[in-house]
């Protein structure tokens, strides 16, 4: 009898057996699909939801070589759609309600010569498609011919991104619709003039010999259409067609043609030109032609943008009165003006040949100013309040007075930008020359106002009443026209604005009036401020004045004689300059003596001892200055007469 152990132990090394055969062995491969041959090819539904998967999926021979250009052929499954119908079909892959999220499908569509038992032999392409929009789906349109069979090809795209799933489960979404009512060239819509009318790319198709590339644009991948005729009077016009697709994803592509107002093919469409993201294109309107509008999401096979709703909108006008350098706008400053690109121009040879300050040397759209400065100063170009998506461009050039053309113009200053108003076109002007100014968008149509705001330059001088004193005068100077505003009148003392006074501007000029200064430097700002800051700079300056001390006369009174053994009585006066009696100290020298003696309303007096030398008896008097006055000496003599004796 076998032990509970023993068993344990075979159980054990048995199981360990089958794992080291799993170990050591190959997965086997997943067995082919039902529909992996064309043959087999799997029924779709009119419309609705498929799952499926090209897990173990193979190709058949000759199936690569045959393959459509941007869907190669890997892991290819098949499926075949019975046409009831001359609607549009759409077909396109999602992920399988329990697949990964990542595959990467191509998808590829077909007819049979031989629909009842196809082969790859036996294909012609329809239509094909990689990826659709943003994502890594892949999408199909195309109008059916009842009682065709079309057969659908599902494979794995050959340039599988780094981790990307070479074979998964997918799902097909099957939907149809008559299509939009201007599919086609014969069913073009008329759009409303100066108006936003929508119109929407799902289930659009291209017609058999329908243009895809005409100009330099991105591929279109289906289109819907629209035509208008310009009138017969009056000449001029200028046509402008927008379109937006309201979403980045769309990527599209606007292509414009003449031709007769029923064209038999597009053979009879003659190019004018074409736009893609956010596609915008202006053109003459020659009376009498009819103008044909392809409206498409761009893209190709390989990669194409995403269907959906577009607001398209026709606009048609004049050019601008100013749209040509030799119609320039005479401008003053400060001011402003409307600019609109939506008809404006570029005249040949307009763009400059070269970049400046960062611009780009393409202008598109453009109307011109002319401005002839009778004063020096900063002039600033800007552009506020500002609609639409085409780019701003501002340039300002010197040329003469009359004649400019695009040869003698030179450049001076520029800006170019996207979307905002940050920008500004800063120039220092001269007197009596002539400056013009383009301003526009580039190929997409924008509109704003231009502002020409003008600088301003002050000047402060000062007049002197008296030493102590000073009338202040500020002029301010604009570029053109009167300045109108305040000056603030300061005194900066260190480093700060202490204010004096604030004064209107009347005749380009204020002054006011400052007094009672103390000896030293002084320094003073006039800073104007305009009334109106948006369309005039402000300004200021500096003025500094010195206040000196002031000069002084010492004068001196005392007897011209005194006897011997007798005093004498000494009287000095100090006068300022400005006939203001002097404060301080004195200092009187007599015989040896020096004694100083304080000023009294300008006046000292003082008296010497006993006179007892005979002769002539210097007496020099300083006056040692004070805190805004300076010193000053004089000096007289008295004499001594010997005093007679007497005998008795």
Same mark, same amino acid.
């Given at each position: 009898m076998t032990s509970r152990r023993t068993a344990a132990l075979a159980v054990a090394a048995l199981a360990f057996t089958s794992l080291a055969v799993v170990a050591t062995s190959s997965p086997a491969a997943a067995a082919p699909p039902p529909n992996d041959a064309i043959?087999?090819?799997?029924?779709?539904?009119?419309?609705?939801?498929?799952?499926?998967?090209?897990?173990?999926? !193979?190709? +058949? &021979?000759? /199936?690569?070589?045959?393959?459509?250009?941007?869907?190669?052929?890997?892991?290819?499954? #098949? *499926?075949?759609?019975?046409?009831?119908?001359?609607?549009?079909?759409?077909?396109?892959?999602?992920?399988?309600?329990?697949?990964?999220?990542?595959?990467?499908?191509?998808l590829s569509i077909w007819t049979s010569s031989t629909p009842a038992a196809p082969t790859i032999g036996s294909l012609q392409p329809v239509e094909c498609n990689d990826d659709v929009g943003l994502g890594r789906s892949a999408r199909v349109e195309f109008r059916l011919t009842a009682g065709t069979t079309y057969f659908v090809q599902v494979s794995t795209y050959l340039d599988v991104d780094a981790g990307f799933p070479a074979e998964a489960p997918f799902s097909l979404r099957l939907e149809t619709s008559t299509g939009p009512a201007n599919d086609d060239l014969a069913h073009a819509a008329a759009p409303p003039l100066g108006a936003t009318t929508t119109?929407?790319?799902?289930?659009? !198709?291209? +017609? &058999?010999? /329908?243009?895809?590339?005409?100009?330099?644009?991105?591929?279109?991948?289906?289109?819907? #259409? *629209?035509?208008?005729t310009a009138p017969a009077s009056p000449s001029g016009l200028v046509g402008d067609f927008t379109v937006d697709s309201l979403s980045l994803a769309y990527g599209d592509v606007l292509n414009v043609y003449r031709g007769p107002s029923a064209p038999a093919s597009f053979d009879d469409l003659d190019y004018v030109a074409c736009s893609d993201f956010l596609p915008?294109?202006?053109?003459?309107?020659?009376?009498?032609?009819?103008?044909?509008?392809?409206?498409?999401?761009?893209?190709?096979?390989?990669?194409?943008?995403?269907q959906g709703p577009r607001d398209v909108r026709l606009d048609v006008g004049p050019a601008p009165a100013n749209d040509d350098l030799a119609d320039a706008l005479d401008v003053s400053v400060p001011s402003v003006h409307h600019v609109d690109s939506v008809f404006a121009s570029a005249e040949p040879d307009e763009s400059p040949t070269t970049a400046l300050n960062g611009c780009y040397p393409d202008r598109f759209r453009t109307q011109w100013f002319r401005y002839q400065p009778t004063a020096s100063g900063r002039l600033d170009v800007l552009p506020t309040n500002r609609s639409g998506y085409g780019r701003d461009e501002i340039y300002v050039f010197t040329g003469p007075e009359n004649g400019a053309t695009y040869d003698n113009l030179t450049t001076v200053g520029c800006t170019q930008n996207y979307f905002t108003l940050d920008h500004t076109v800063p120039v220092q002007l001269t007197a009596g020359q002539t400056y013009y100014i383009s301003a526009g968008t580039d190929e997409e149509q924008g509109a704003y106002d231009l502002r020409f705001k003008s600088g301003t330059q002050t000047m402060l001088t000062s007049t002197a009443p008296d030493r102590t004193s000073a009338d202040l005068h500020a002029a301010v100077t604009p570029l053109g026209g009167m300045a109108s505003g305040t000056v603030e009148f300061s005194e900066v003392v260190g480093g700060t604005d202490i204010p004096v006074e604030t004064v209107t501007v009347a005749g380009n000029q204020a002054t006011t009036h400052v007094s009672s200064l103390p000896v030293g430097t002084h320094t003073y700002r006039a800073e104007f401020h305009?009334?109106?800051?948006?369309?005039?700079?402000?300004?200021?300056?500096?003025?500094t004045i010195t206040v000196g001390p002031r000069t002084t006369t010492t004068s001196v009174r005392a007897p011209a004689k005194v006897k011997q053994g007798r005093r004498a009585k000494v009287a000095v006066t100090v006068v300022t300059s400005d006939g203001q009696p002097a404060s301080g100290v004195v200092t009187v020298s007599v015989a040896g003596r020096t004694?100083?003696?304080?000023?009294?309303?300008?006046?000292?007096?003082?008296?010497?001892?006993?006179?007892?030398?005979?002769?002539?008896?210097?007496?020099?008097?300083?006056?040692?200055g004070g805190t805004d006055t300076v010193g000053s000496t004089t000096s007289t003599t008295i004499k001594v007469k010997k005093k007679k004796r007497h005998h008795g």
């Open positions: 043959a087999f090819a799997q029924p779709l539904p009119a419309t609705g939801d498929v799952e499926s998967t090209n897990v173990g999926a !193979t190709v +058949e &021979p000759n /199936e690569v070589q045959t393959a459509q250009q941007a869907c190669p052929a890997s892991h290819t499954v #098949w *499926f075949a759609y019975q046409a009831t119908s001359s609607d549009v079909l759409r077909i396109s892959t999602r992920a399988a309600t329990n697949g990964p999220t990542e595959f990467d499908p191509g119109t929407d790319t799902n289930f659009s !198709t291209l +017609e &058999p010999g /329908e243009p895809t590339q005409p100009g330099d644009c991105r591929e279109v991948h289906d289109s819907n #259409w *629209f035509s208008w915008d294109i202006q053109f003459p309107a020659t009376p009498g032609t009819t103008y044909w509008f392809q409206v498409s999401d761009g893209g190709n096979e390989d990669n194409r943008g995403g305009s009334s109106d800051p948006a369309s005039v700079y402000s300004s200021s300056a500096e003025l004694v100083t003696v304080p000023l009294v309303a300008g006046a000292a007096r003082f008296t010497t001892g006993k006179l007892t030398r005979p002769g002539r008896l210097p007496i020099a008097v300083t006056y040692l």
